[in-house]
């Protein structure tokens, strides 16, 4: 069966600093990767989604960035946290094609920007 | 452009009660239409589903149907319970292989 895992689960940054998300998922291949941001009371908006290794396409300009090395590995980047990126972030994945394009989503990770 | 409306809240009930979110829905052409919930820290899981207009999707009790006349995609449940306590997000899927459009999630908090 397919299994996504995000990480770190929670952590605590200074503006200004760099940041680095990983997600991978096991089980499947060439899947749909995506990244969704949670900010309170804004519901789930979309970052980032990629259909492939180094396809990413970008839904809002920000100083976030995304990468995919690997067909199973998606990374949200910042060179310089704002405290504007402070928020729950989800990575999730949908196969390519089918399924209804149902998404399926990591536990999520904690950022807050001090 | 494609979009979700969903009711605010938070909704309040008491155990038992009978629940409905409304969700309403803007696209083009036939999207597929899902429920996620979020429990308390937690991310998002998928509830149900429906891909084509009066499919019924269904799961631990929730259900919701495809209404493309009405544009509608409203979330039910017979008998709440506090475990049902959650954020309930409504989505559409334009397309194949794009992204999902969310709604903003309703809070339903159940008492007993």
């Known amino acids: 069966s397919q299994t996504i895992h995000q990480w770190p689960a929670t952590l605590v940054q200074p503006v200004g600093s760099p940041l680095s998300l990983e997600c991978t998922v096991e089980g499947t291949s060439n899947p749909n990767l995506y990244w969704y941001r949670q900010a309170a009371g804004r519901g789930l908006q979309l970052l980032f989604y990629s259909v492939g290794i180094g396809q990413i396409s970008s839904e809002v300009p920000q100083n976030l960035s995304a990468s995919r090395p690997q067909d199973r590995q998606f990374i949200l980047s910042s060179k310089k946290l704002l405290l504007s990126d402070s928020g729950f972030y989800l990575c999730a994945w949908s196969a390519d094609r089918g399924s209804g394009n149902t998404i399926y989503f990591g536990e999520g990770s904690w950022l807050t920007v001090v | 452009g494609d979009s979700v409306t969903q009711m605010e809240g938070p909704v309040t009930l008491s155990e038992e009660a009978f629940l409905t979110i409304n969700c309403t829905y803007t696209?083009?052409?036939?999207?597929?239409l899902f429920w996620y919930v979020q429990y308390p820290g937690e991310g998002l899981q998928l509830l149900l589903k429906?891909?084509?207009?009066?499919d019924k999707g269904s799961n631990k009790g929730f259900e919701a149907t495809y209404r493309k006349e009405t544009t509608s995609f409203h979330l039910e449940k017979g008998s709440v319970q506090v475990s049902d306590s959650a954020v309930y997000f409504c989505?559409?899927?334009?397309?194949?292989?794009?992204?999902?459009?969310f709604g903003k999630g309703t809070t339903l908090s159940v008492s007993s």
């Open positions: 429906a891909t084509k207009a009066d």
């Open positions: 696209a083009t052409g036939y999207p597929s």
């Open positions: 989505a559409l899927s334009p397309r194949a292989g794009t992204a999902l459009i």
